[in-house]
């Protein structure tokens, strides 16, 4: 019998150390269109979805989880989408040593994991040092788009960014009625909203003159 040649994951899945000290988006991407990040990009639902519906922009998605990782990869793959594509591995490696300054359009930071009991809390991802990468990486006028369904975490993300000195709050655009399975922003806002529970949404633009 013969099987199908298993496609290589590469270039849609990559870890960090299969590249080199920085990310040059227009070698990574073969082009100069405008860069998103989507960060925790878990199973990849708004890459894949915002990659089609947007051929202009390039999407990559950060997970520290590489099974999570490849599973969003495989999405793209299938597709052979050539703008979007997932790194592996620690987004705060990325963010602070990889992406040249204010070089992104927008970042994506969709249900982060709550880390609920106290003790972990210092493993959340939202902290002061991530709001102040989010400043270096975003361009002049970017955005930062984040969600929760978790009111406590969420309060947190928003004092973060709401105080940040280089961001100004905006009103988010309204939350869509999805009319099919696949048409929530992510496959964690598909199954919170599913259970009925609250989504919290926040909009950020960084401030600042474009040079
Ligand atoms: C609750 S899930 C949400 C996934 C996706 N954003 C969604 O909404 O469906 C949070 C994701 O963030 C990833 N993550 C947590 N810390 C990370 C880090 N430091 N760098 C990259 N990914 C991270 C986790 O592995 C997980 O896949």
Same mark, same amino acid.
């Given at each position: 019998?013969?099987?199908?040649?298993?496609?290589?994951?590469?270039?849609?899945?990559?870890?960090?150390?299969?590249?080199?000290?920085?990310?040059?988006?227009?070698?990574?991407?073969?082009?100069?269109?405008?860069?998103?990040?989507?960060?925790?990009?878990?199973?990849?639902?708004?890459?894949? &979805?915002?990659?089609?519906?947007?051929?202009?922009? &390039?999407?990559?998605?950060?997970?520290?989880?590489?099974?999570?990782?490849?599973?969003?990869?495989?999405?793209?793959?299938?597709?052979?989408?050539?703008?979007?594509?997932?790194?592996?591995?620690?987004?705060?490696?990325?963010?602070?040593?990889?992406?040249?300054? *204010?070089?992104?359009?927008?970042? *994506?930071?969709?249900?982060?994991?709550?880390?609920?009991?106290?003790? *972990?809390?210092?493993?959340?991802?939202?902290?002061?040092?991530?709001?102040?990468?989010?400043?270096?990486?975003?361009?002049?006028?970017?955005?930062?788009?984040?969600?929760?369904?978790?009111?406590?975490?969420?309060?947190?993300?928003?004092?973060?960014?709401?105080? *940040?000195?280089?961001?100004?709050?905006?009103?988010?655009?309204?939350? &869509? /009625?999805?009319?099919?399975?696949?048409?929530?922003?992510?496959?964690?806002?598909?199954?919170?909203? /599913?259970?009925?529970?609250?989504?919290?949404?926040?909009?950020?633009?960084?401030?600042?003159?474009?040079?």
């Amino acid at each position: 019998m013969q099987t199908a040649p298993i496609k290589p994951m590469k270039p849609w899945f990559q870890v960090i150390d299969d590249l080199g000290d920085h990310l040059d988006w227009e070698e990574f991407f073969g082009n100069d269109n405008p860069v998103e990040l989507d960060i925790g990009c878990g199973r990849g639902m708004f890459l894949f &979805n915002s990659a089609v519906a947007n051929p202009d922009v &390039n999407y990559l998605g950060l997970e520290i989880d590489y099974r999570e990782g490849r599973r969003a990869a495989s999405r793209l793959l299938k597709r052979e989408l050539p703008n979007a594509r997932v790194i592996g591995g620690d987004c705060k490696v990325v963010l602070s040593g990889m992406v040249k300054k *204010h070089s992104v359009r927008a970042a *994506h930071v969709y249900y982060p994991d709550p880390w609920w009991k106290k003790r *972990h809390h210092k493993r959340r991802l939202f902290t002061q040092e991530f709001a102040d990468l989010l400043a270096e990486i975003v361009e002049y006028d970017g955005q930062v788009h984040s969600w929760s369904d978790v009111a406590d975490l969420f309060d947190i993300i928003r004092d973060l960014m709401d105080g *940040h000195s280089q961001f100004s709050t905006q009103t988010p655009p309204p939350l &869509n /009625q999805p009319e099919h399975d696949l048409d929530y922003q992510t496959s964690f806002d598909r199954k919170k909203r /599913q259970m009925g529970l609250p989504v919290f949404r926040g909009l950020w633009q960084r401030t600042g003159k474009k040079n």
